[in-house]
């Protein structure tokens, strides 16, 4: 389990009684790029929101860098170096954009490298450091979910959990996002890509799972699964 920055296995979550997530199993290994991919509804958010620390699962294993974290809370899982970008970016809408950002550099982890990941964040998102001092309710669509990957970054992590990043954005941005994770992958980070958008995350991803139901139907190299005929079927319209 050690040779894999994160590995779920047996997991399976409820909301009063209603199986979310069904014994599921699999494994992200250190420095790739790791979709999760299937239709709303399927899983993803329960599964993102479980590793995090946010739900208990009912039962399974989580495994962080050959550590079991199982059952922790969001504010250890953090402070291990797990990050998060959450679907529908939950920033702070009445926080400027530098408030938010020192926020997401208040841990521990990160206390001795606040500068430098600020710096990191400006050099990855120039706009950000124009709007410094606005709103964070009043940026675009598109700056706001620039910001919360720079808030996310701000913590100093080694994998990053990205949920539904594309939602809502224009075809332009969304490529620019996606080229944004892109590069975090090479810088060293360890990424895994929760998207509706199947078509998109194979073409990016070097292995993927896909989620049903709860269920996992098919996990392998992203390239395989972009040829499978039932994915082609489904989700990409071929």
Avoid: W
């Amino acid at each position: 389990m050690s040779e894999a920055h994160l590995d779920v296995r047996d997991l399976e979550v409820s909301y009063g009684g209603v199986r979310a997530l069904n014994g599921i199993s699999f494994s992200v290994p250190h420095n790739s790029l790791t979709a999760i991919v299937g239709a709303n509804g399927a899983g993803k958010t329960t599964l993102v929101r479980t590793v995090a620390g946010m739900i208990r699962p009912v039962r399974g294993r989580i495994v962080f860098e050959g550590t079991d974290i199982t059952g922790q809370d969001s504010s250890e899982t953090c402070e291990l170096g797990i990050g998060q970008v959450a679907e529908g970016r939950q920033i702070f809408p009445n926080l400027t954009v530098a408030e938010n950002l020192r926020l997401g550099g208040a841990l521990r982890r990160s206390s001795g490298s606040y500068g430098a990941n600020r710096r990191r964040v400006f050099e990855m998102f120039p706009r950000l450091e124009e709007r410094l001092k606005q709103k964070a309710g009043t940026l675009s669509g598109g700056e706001q979910q620039m910001l919360a990957i720079g808030r996310c970054l701000m913590s100093s992590p080694s994998f990053i959990m990205f949920d539904e990043p594309s939602l809502g954005l224009s075809p332009l941005m969304v490529e620019f996002i996606f080229a944004t994770i892109l590069e975090l992958k090479k810088s060293g980070v360890t990424i895994l890509l929760i998207e509706q958008n199947v078509a998109e995350s194979l073409a990016l991803a070097e292995f993927a799972t896909v989620l049903e139901n709860g269920e996992i139907a098919l996990s392998g190299p992203a390239a395989e699964i972009a040829d499978d005929d039932r994915v082609r079927k489904a989700y990409l319209g071929l």
